[in-house]
C-alpha cells in the first residue's frame, strides 16, 4: 500500500484527494477511510485513478 496524505477533503460532498509521496494526487470518497483530517497521513491501494481501502496511520 503506498502512504500518502489527505490533501483536500469537502465535508459537504463526502469526496477528498489524497496526495502520495511522488505527488500524485488522487480522488477518494470520505466512507472509506477512517479520518477526513486534513493532513492525516494514510495507507491506500490504487484502482484506476481513484485511492481505495484507505487507512488512518496511527
Same mark, same amino acid.
Given at each position: 500500500? +503506498?502512504?500518502?496524505t &489527505? /490533501? =483536500?477533503y469537502?465535508? !459537504?460532498?463526502?469526496?477528498? !484527494?489524497? /496526495?502520495?509521496?511522488?505527488?500524485?494526487?488522487? +480522488?477518494?470518497s470520505?466512507?472509506e477511510?477512517?479520518?477526513?483530517r486534513?493532513?492525516q497521513? =494514510?495507507?491506500?491501494d =490504487? &484502482?484506476?485513478?481513484? /485511492?481505495?481501502? =484507505?487507512? /488512518?496511520?496511527?
Open positions: 500500500m +503506498p502512504l500518502g &489527505i /490533501a =483536500v469537502n465535508k !459537504v460532498d463526502g469526496v477528498g !484527494v489524497i /496526495a502520495d509521496e511522488d505527488g500524485e494526487r488522487r +480522488p477518494f470520505g466512507m477511510t477512517q479520518t477526513t486534513e493532513g497521513r =494514510v495507507l491506500f =490504487v &484502482i484506476g485513478e481513484k /485511492a481505495t481501502n =484507505v487507512i /488512518a496511520v496511527r
